[in-house]
């Protein structure tokens, strides 16, 4: 019998780990496999993304990366260096360990994303340099690059595509972005074309944030509203539908000529935060082809448990649709929303990095 993760990959759904650490990727004294490995091995995750908050939590909450602080101090290098050197190190390793997966799906999962800093994040060409000297520093096939998806993160999307480089476009919320970051994609894949480039091996993912969307609406809504916990999962709904188009259009039947693969959508954000809702909530209801969902770790051990494997991306979408017309109606608007949740997330893990840094100076210090 079929675990409901293995149903779920049956279903064309990856799940991909939100949650990178050092202890999760060392072997133990007695031998064997990391702890990150033997997820891996399980065949219960196909990736791994990170953000600025989860390295604030590894390195201020731990004793992981004391010593390498320790050595690195001597070096005279600034805290922002330092950081920079740990996570290189961890994702690379994180790569390594994914190399077989990446492999074995030819290039279609196995990937380690590592994000830009946050303060790049209305830097277009900050963002591009950036960007690729992550990408030569790393040098792992299965590296991804996170890029915000503001004005500026999506101007430096087509470059970074346009260069051959793997990327992870963050924080997206509202559909019209996303569109923007279908465009940019394109884009950038015709561009590298035209430079003569190969494409083939050219991979994205554009991470739709869920959970935020309902934390930001359902406390404007009367604690009876039948409308409360819906936004997250029509918006998610109705942009994987912007996929199916953007994706089924003789423009990208075109590249596909040149081997083109995919922009999937990748669902983030889907830890539930309301204890009055399922915890696997954001993972029943969003299971479909030539998508992700990355889990961080308290989400996936719930879906391990009780979580169920269906196909229902699809589900309630034309009820989604009206589901906007029916907040307007409450004085919500969802652009209006996803635009602060864009700006809100932004400045957030800008706050994170700023912790980081102050955490890594802290201990260098010390």
């Known amino acids: 019998m079929n675990t409901p993760i293995q ?12 949650n990178v650490q050092r202890s999760l990727l060392a072997s133990p004294a007695s031998g064997g496999p990391s702890q990150l490995g033997l997820l891996i091995e399980r065949g219960e995750i196909r990736g791994v993304t990170s953000n600025p908050t989860i390295f604030h939590n590894a390195i201020a909450n731990s004793n992981d990366y004391d010593a390498a602080i320790h050595s690195l101090a001597g070096s005279g290098m600034s805290a922002e260096d330092i950081f920079w050197e740990l996570a290189v190190e961890d994702i690379r390793t994180a ?66 595509i346009a260069a051959g480089i793997n990327v992870n476009v963050t924080l997206i919320f509202s559909l019209e972005r996303y569109r923007e970051v279908i465009e940019a994609y394109l884009g950038g894949l015709e561009d590298c074309l035209l430079s003569g480039g190969d494409i083939e091996n050219i991979h994205s993912v554009a991470s739709f944030f869920i959970s935020r969307v309902d934390s930001e609406i359902d406390p404007k809504l009367p604690a009876d509203s039948p409308l409360r916990g819906k936004a997250a999962l029509a918006n998610a709904r109705l942009a994987y539908e912007e996929f199916r188009n953007g994706f089924s259009a003789p423009r990208f039947g075109k590249l596909q000529l040149a081997k083109a693969n995919y922009q999937r959508p990748l669902w983030a954000s889907t830890g539930t935060k309301n204890p009055a809702y399922s915890d696997t909530m954001y993972v029943d209801n969003l299971i479909g082809p030539a998508t992700v969902n990355t889990l961080p770790p308290a989400t996936l051990e719930a879906f391990r448990q009780h979580g169920r494997a269906a196909m229902t991306i699809m589900d309630g979408l034309e009820d989604g649709r009206q589901l906007f017309s029916l907040l307007e109606e409450q004085g919500i608007s969802i652009d209006a929303v996803t635009s602060e949740l864009e700006q809100e997330g932004v400045r957030a893990f800008e706050q994170a990095f700023t912790a980081l840094l102050g955490s890594i100076q802290t201990k260098h210090t010390a």
Request: hydrophobic share 40%; net charge negative; charged share 15%.
């Open 7 to 18: 149903d779920l990959l049956q279903l064309g759904q990856s799940l991909w780990y939100d």
């Open 95 to 160: 790569c390594d360990l994914f190399q077989p997966v990446y492999a074995d799906t030819s290039g279609g999962d196995g990937y380690v994303s590592l994000e830009v800093n946050p303060a790049l994040a209305h830097d277009s060409a900050g963002t591009v340099a950036q960007a690729g000297w992550l990408w030569r520093k790393v040098d792992r096939p299965n590296l991804m690059i996170k890029i915000p998806a503001t004005h500026a993160g999506v101007q430096a999307l087509r470059q970074v």
